[in-house]
């Protein structure tokens, strides 16, 4: 599949992250 072109609107306010096709969903947490 091809990612979708990095917007900051596309799937809601946060904006696209670098090396993600897009930032729809929440990155889930940090475990350390």
């Known amino acids: 599949w091809s ?3 990095p917007t900051p609107a596309y799937g809601g306010p946060l904006p696209p ?3 993600l096709p897009y930032a729809s969903p929440p990155p889930p ?3 350390y």
Do not use: K, L, S
């Open 3 to 5: 990612p979708p072109p």
């Open 17 to 19: 992250i670098a090396g």
């Open 29 to 31: 947490p940090y475990y």
